[in-house]
């Protein structure tokens, strides 16, 4: 009696691989029309779904994806500026594609984290 194998063979994980690969950069070009950030979101989707043991199950939306500047200033209650400025000072973690920036909801996070200076006026 022959039955299909129970472990899926390299050529069958290589193909499901290019499969989930394609899909996700049709995903994402859909939402950037740009073919050179789509391929690097694509690449740290992969990237971080492989770094993640519970990557598979993550789907990134845009509720969860990247944000936006205007989408990370109104998450700080800031202008666009004062973001633009935090990146500019390395302040704000953030990835630059081109003349685009995108702020993950860690990177928010860890910037809201940090350890606060204040400014005491001589």
């Known amino acids: 009696m022959s039955s299909a194998p129970l472990i899926p063979s390299p050529t069958d994980r290589d193909a499901n691989a290019r499969q989930i690969v394609e899909k996700t950069y049709a995903r994402w070009l859909g939402k950037t029309d740009d073919t050179t950030a789509a391929a ?8 971080l779904q492989h ?5 598979a199950n993550i789907e990134t939306t845009p509720g969860n ?3 936006s500047v205007k ?6 209650g800031v202008s666009k500026e ?13 990835t630059r594609v081109g003349r685009r920036i995108t702020i993950t909801r ?9 350890p606060k200076f204040r400014h005491v006026a001589a």
């Not at 690097?40 to 990237?47: F, R, S, V």
């Not at 989408?71 to 700080?76: G, I, N, P």
């Not at 860690?106 to 940090?114: F, K, T």
């Open 40 to 47: 690097i979101l694509t690449q740290t989707e992969m990237q």
């Open 51 to 55: 770094s993640n043991p519970a990557g």
């Open 65 to 67: 994806g990247p944000l």
């Open 71 to 76: 989408q990370a200033a109104d998450e700080l």
């Open 82 to 94: 004062t973001v633009y400025k935090l990146c500019s000072e390395n302040a704000l973690r953030h």
């Open 106 to 114: 860690q990177q928010l996070e860890d910037y809201r984290d940090r």
